[in-house]
Nanobody, 123 residues
C-alpha cells in the first residue's frame, strides 16, 4: 500500500501564496492529484499530474493561479498556489493511482488518499 502525507497548509491573506507537499511511501505511485473539500461542500477536483510529469490538468476555478509538479526521485508531489482567494479555503487532499499513469479529474480513478491539510484564506 502507498501512504500519502500532506503538509504545507496554513492561514494566509487573500492574494498570498502557499505551497503544499505530498510525500509518498510504501510502494510505487503512478498518476497523482489534488482534491479539496470545504465545510458543507462536496469534495472537488483541483489538479492532477501524470506519472512522468509531462501532462497536467487543472480545474477551471484554479487555472492560472496554481501549478502542480512532482519529483519522483523524492516521491513527492507539490501544489504551488498563488493569488489565493477566500473561496480557496478548504481541506486539501493528496491522491495517487496505482493502476493508471494518466492524469485524471475523477476521484474514482485514485486508489490512495492522504489525511488532508487545512488551507484558510482570509479576506
Amino acid at each position: 500500500q502507498v501512504q500519502l502525507v500532506e503538509s504545507g497548509g496554513g492561514l494566509v491573506q487573500a492574494g498570498g501564496s502557499l505551497e503544499l507537499s505530498c510525500a509518498a511511501s510504501g510502494g510505487s505511485m503512478y498518476a497523482m492529484g489534488w482534491f479539496r473539500q470545504a465545510p458543507g461542500k462536496e469534495r472537488e477536483f483541483v489538479s492532477s499530474i501524470s506519472w512522468g510529469g509531462t501532462t497536467t490538468i487543472y480545474a477551471d476555478s484554479v487555472k492560472g493561479r496554481v501549478t502542480i509538479s512532482r519529483v519522483n526521485v523524492k516521491s513527492t508531489m507539490y501544489l504551488q498556489m498563488n493569488s489565493l482567494k477566500p473561496e480557496d479555503t478548504a481541506v486539501y487532499y493528496c491522491a495517487a493511482s496505482r493502476r493508471s499513469p494518466y492524469a485524471s479529474s475523477q476521484s474514482s480513478d485514485f486508489d490512495s488518499w492522504g489525511q488532508g491539510t487545512q488551507v484558510t484564506v482570509s479576506s
